[in-house]
């Protein structure tokens, strides 16, 4: 019987074949070990040291809880399947130090966008350094500045501070009854761009209804006796007092209120006055004090309820926000079939978006106007009621009834 010989294979030959068995392999292996598309990298710029870590950290967790979403649920429809990869930094309280992160978020990572960085000082910054790089940030920053500059990558899912201010003066008034009902009234603001822009729209709205502004103050951020203010509150004999602060500020501002007993009504300009730190630091001095907010909770609880089961907390407005921002650039993403930032930019001008994220906010959808602006924006009010954030106004938004504090 004659036996088979081993003919001796030439290198060529062998490159050859163990190429077609690579083929051969790879036409074998499922499409989706064969083509895993390049994730796509989201720059997070948040304060998460610092007086303002809090914000920083609920913020982080919103836009965390939706990029695991979308992840899940399949990735990037309009890129494959490509998935999100967030690249978070800490841009500490300093403005200088969060345009030097952003800086070098975009030169090392390749970031298609940048989100953040919920203090307006700090996204301003930020914005000096995205513009230059034609990179698209979106924000939920509240000053004015941040679209009234006629940058054209700069996206604002919030209404801008100004109009929160004249809303949290409008919304109070409403609620007491009337201007007849409130003329006098005492306006507390730090000193930093979210501070000034709100404390203008109070203002304005203060001198529009022929109210007397007794009391109009700045301080500095991160004050540590507020009883000079306290006592010029006392000698004003306002009202009703309008103090916009971050969370620190806002436990000083309403502790001391309390304590003295100065039980006018107490409205807050957002920020400080409507995270749970502030019902867990001050306890019963808490309920009962309103706030203006941008966004709440409660509007959509079919969607925000799944980070409080995931945090073990309510969503505050923050993180909502930030949510949205995230969804919002995934849509643009999966609209332009990109992830080139001039793409997403282009997709999030051109677009309404009325899905996802966009019905957690009022009027539930969201269309930037040529600022940059989200022309649906709209402030509610909000009140604290045994540990939860209520909306009771406007009335088409309100989901329970304004509660009197008794003195």
Known sequence: MESKRNTPVSPQRRRMLGGLGAVGLASALPLSVRAQPKAVNVGVILPLSGGNAQFGINSRQGIELVADEINASGGLKGLGGAKINLVVADSTSTPTNAATVAQRMIGENDCCAILGAFASSLTLAISEVTERRRVPLITMSYADQLTGRGYKNVFQVTPKGSVIGKAQ???AVELAGGSSKVNKVAILFEDTAYG??????????AKAAGAEIVMDEAYPLGITDVTPLVNKLRASRAQMVFPVSYLNDSLLIVRALRQQRLNMPIVGGSAGYVIPDFEKALGDYADGVLSICSANYDLDTSMTERYRKRFNAF?????????????????????????????ITQALRSQTFKDGWAKTMTNGQIKFDESGLNTYAEPVMVQWQKKELVTVWPSKYAKGKLIQRNA
Do not use: C, W
């Open 169 to 171: 003066f409008d919304y």
């Open 196 to 205: 000034t822009s709100t404390a203008s729209g109070l203002r304005a709205a």
């Open 315 to 343: 969503m505050v407005h923050e993180a909502v926000e930030h949510a949205v921002s995230l969804d919002v650039l995934a849509q643009s993403i999966n609209i332009a079939k990109s992830a080139k930032p001039e793409d």
